[in-house]
């Protein structure tokens, strides 16, 4: 159930959960996905660590990937695609970006992009790369 949207599950109303809310659906969802792309409560070295598993031993000043779920969303209708950033929220000096597909209300990350803010490092460069991946894949225009 964890790769179906909160809303579907609330919905499928589980034996003894039948009073569960969307928000409770969703806590739990979250819950749950979060055990699967974590590998640390450190953003740099969860990274590090998800690299490790497929065997890329290269670190940059870049990262941009897709999720699990973009694969199993992308033929689904978006209410909206969004993107959403996080700054100065860790002590390695990274920004974090999202790419957020919207359905029911719920937003479904898509794609994660961890920068560096390091010296001259080129922030708005790598951000416009990123997005014409998107365009590309007919997501954002």
């Known amino acids: 159930m964890l790769h179906s949207r909160p809303r579907h599950i609330q919905e499928n109303h589980i034996n003894g959960y039948e009073n569960i ?17 974590c590998r640390d409560p450190d953003p740099l070295l969860s990274t590090k660590y998800l690299l490790e598993e497929f065997n890329l031993n290269t670190f ?7 999720t699990v779920l973009f694969y199993q969303l992308l033929y689904n209708k978006f209410d ?8 100065n929220t860790n002590n390695l000096a990274w920004e974090l970006y ?11 990350p898509l794609s994660y992009l961890l920068i560096s803010t390091g010296k001259n490092q080129n922030i708005t460069g790598v951000l416009i ?3 014409r991946v998107w365009n590309r894949l007919r997501l954002i225009n």
Do not use: C, P, R
């Open 21 to 37: 809310t969307v928000q409770q659906t969703y806590y739990w969802w979250s819950i749950e996905s979060h055990k699967i792309y």
């Open 80 to 87: 909206a695609i969004e993107i959403n950033a996080t700054y």
């Open 129 to 131: 790369q990123w997005i």
């Open 60 to 66: 940059m000043s870049a990262l941009g990937f897709l």
């Open 98 to 108: 999202a790419i957020m597909g919207v359905i029911d209300g719920t937003g479904f």
